[in-house]
């Protein structure tokens, strides 16, 4: 059984930066791409990034280009997300997401992805 645990969260001045952690077992990491989402209250879930099986290819919502950065390490079965220059309205639930569909494939929506964790709060205060 596919099993994703988010760590890293906390509360960050505007300005700060965090990384988000997304530890992943059950089966084979390094066959899959994963996602990062982002949920804000009173909103939907939001795609904020995802990157390749083997973190070569990458892809960000326009309001992340920049300032996030996506990555993953095989050999520790954990992808990441890197997120400078934060801002109030990053304020959200992050969750990291990863799909049944393995190899060579791409998803920005939420009904890509089959398998989520659990999310950790980052909340910015301004």
């Known amino acids: 059984q596919v099993q994703l645990v988010e760590s890293g969260g906390g509360l960050v001045q505007a300005g700060d930066s965090l990384r988000l952690s997304c530890a992943a077992s059950?089966?084979?990491?390094?066959?899959?791409?994963m996602g990062w989402f982002r949920q804000a209250p009173g909103k939907e879930r939001e795609f904020v990034a995802y990157?390749?099986?083997?973190?070569?290819?990458?892809i960000y919502a326009d309001s992340m280009k920049g300032r996030f950065t996506i990555s993953r390490d095989n050999a520790k079965n954990t992808v990441y997300l890197r997120m400078n220059s934060l801002k109030p309205e990053d304020t959200a639930i992050y969750y990291c997401?990863?799909?049944?569909?393995?190899?060579?494939?791409?998803?920005?929506?939420?009904?890509?992805?089959?398998?989520w964790g659990q999310g950790t709060q980052v909340t910015v205060s301004s």
């Open positions: 997401a990863a799909p049944s569909r393995r190899g060579i494939w791409i998803g920005t929506k939420q009904g890509d992805y089959t398998y």
């Open positions: 059950g089966r084979t990491f390094s066959d899959y791409a």
């Open positions: 990157i390749s099986w083997s973190g070569l290819s990458t």
